[in-house]
C-alpha cells in the first residue's frame, strides 16, 4: 500500500481504535472481591475490616464475586453486647459470615422492597450450622418512612435486628457495602459454642472411586487437576459438589463430547458442578435463592454458569437452562463437605448450544448437544437507574455521591470528546476525497 492510501484511510481507522479504545476502558468487568482494600480507605469501619480479616472471613469472599456486605460501624461495634467477651474464633467468624448476604442489592433493590419483606441467603447459612433457614435474614422497609431494617428470623420472635444507616461503596453485580446499626445474631445461636468441625481434608477422588458408581467423573476430576482446587476449598464456608453417575456420562447424546473440549473449556464444566458452599441435603432441600453461583461463575464472570436448584416431587432438581437433573445420592457428607450423586451431567449453556429436546419440557437424553468453539457468556443486564431520591436515613456519603457523578461525568465527557474527533476527521477525509474528485486533472 502507498503513501497516499495510507493517509487516505489512517484518520477515520485512528477515530475507531479511539471509540474501541474507551469503550474497553470504560465497561465494568466482574472481578474478585478484596474487602480489605475496599474497605481501607473508610476509617468508621476499620475495626469491622480487621475482624473480618483475623477470622479469614475477608479470604473466604475473596473467592466470591456478588454479594452484600452488612458492616458495623466502630461506634456501634465497641458497644455490641455479643462482643463484651472473647469469642470462639469459629463462633465469631460464623457471627461475621451472618453480615454476608449471598445476593448483590443495588440500592434500587433496597427501594423495592415490600413492608412484609425478601428472605436473603447468608454466607453463615451455608455452612450447615444453622437451624433451618435461620441462616437468612428477612430485609423490609417501612413504606412511610423510607428506612429499611434487617431482621433475624423468624420474625417477629427475634431480638436481633439492626437499621440500614447508609450505603458505603457499591460496585454493580460485584458487592455493596451497607452501614447497619448493630452486630446480627442468628435466631439461636451459641455465641460460646466451640468449634466442632473436624478437620477434613478428603480425598475427593478416593471418596469417589470408593461409591462404584462415579468412576468416569473421578478420572476426569483427577486428569484435569481440578480436584485438587475443590480439596483447597475444604474450609471457611466449604463446597459442594454435584457428581453425575457412570450412567449418566453413558446417556450423553452421541455429540458431546466432554473429552474432546479443549482443557480450559472441559474444566469449566467440572468447576460448573460445584458450589463454594456447603449445603447439606436438608439445605438444598429448603435454599432460599434458587440460583447459585458455581466455582465456574467465580472464574468466567458474574451472572454466568448458574445453576437453578429447587424442591421437585419431593427430590432437589438442578437446572442448567439445557438440562434438568436430580440428586440421586448422597456420596459424602461432613461438615463443611458434601458430594452428591446426580442423574445427569450438567452442561452450561455458555459453552453448549441450546437443543430443545434438552429444554424444559423436551425428551432428556436423546438430542444433539455440540459445544461451541469459544464460551458465550452473557454480559450482566445495565445498571438499573437508582432514584434520585433516597430514603432520610439511607442518605450515602457526599464524598460517595460526588465519586459517582464526577466518574459517570468524566466517561461521558471522553467519549463525547472522541466522537467529536471521530467526526472531524471523517469530515476532513470525506473533504479530501471530493477535492480530489472535483480537482482538473494536470
Sequence with gaps: MNMAAISHFTPITFAYLLLIFTISTTTP??????????????????????????????????????????AVPNQYLSSAEELTRPLPPSSLADLLRYHVLLQFLSWSDLQKITPSGTLVTTLFQTTGRASSNF?????????????????????????????????????????????????????????????????????????????????????????SGVVTDFENDERGAGITLFVPTDIAFANLPSNVK??????????????????????????????VNPVQP???????????????????????????????????????????VSIFGVSRVLLPREIFSKDPTLEPGGK?????????????????????????????NLLSPPSFREDIRSGSTRRSCIVLALCCIGLYLLSVQIAEEVKVKIMPSS
Design 29 to 70: 468487568t466482574a472481578s474478585a472481591i478484596d474487602v480489605t482494600t475496599l474497605l481501607s480507605s473508610f476509617q468508621n469501619l476499620s475495626s469491622f475490616a480487621s475482624l473480618l480479616t483475623e477470622t479469614g472471613v475477608a479470604d473466604e469472599l475473596s473467592h466470591r464475586i456478588s454479594l452484600t456486605l452488612l
Design 135 to 223: 441462616g437468612s435474614v428477612n430485609i423490609t422497609r417501612d413504606a412511610e418512612t423510607g428506612s429499611v431494617t434487617v431482621h433475624s428470623p423468624p420474625a417477629p420472635y427475634s431480638p436481633s435486628n439492626a437499621t440500614v444507616l447508609s450505603l458505603i461503596k457499591t460496585m454493580p453485580y460485584n458487592i455493596t457495602v451497607l452501614a447497619v446499626d448493630s452486630l446480627l445474631v442468628p435466631y439461636g445461636f451459641d455465641l460460646m459454642a466451640s468449634e466442632t468441625r473436624p478437620p477434613l481434608g478428603l480425598n475427593i477422588t478416593k471418596t469417589l472411586l470408593d461409591g462404584h458408581d462415579f468412576n468416569v467423573a473421578a478420572s476426569m476430576l483427577s486428569a
Design 364 to 392: 432428556p437424553g436423546h438430542g444433539v448437544v455440540e459445544a461451541s468453539n469459544s464460551p458465550e457468556i452473557s454480559p450482566p443486564p445495565e445498571t438499573p437507574a437508582e432514584s434520585s431520591e433516597s430514603p432520610s
Design 294 to 336: 458455581t466455582l465456574a461463575t467465580e472464574e468466567r464472570g458474574a451472572g454466568s454458569f448458574t445453576l437453578n436448584i429447587s424442591r421437585v416431587n419431593g427430590s432437589v432438581a438442578i437446572d442448567t437452562g439445557i438440562v434438568q437433573a436430580s440428586v440421586t445420592q448422597t456420596v459424602f457428607d461432613q461438615n463443611p
Design 258 to 287: 466432554l473429552q474432546s473440549l479443549p482443557a480450559d473449556q472441559k474444566a469449566v464444566v467440572l468447576k460448573f458442578h460445584v458450589l463454594h458452599s456447603y449445603y447439606p441435603l436438608g439445605s438444598l432441600e429448603s435454599i
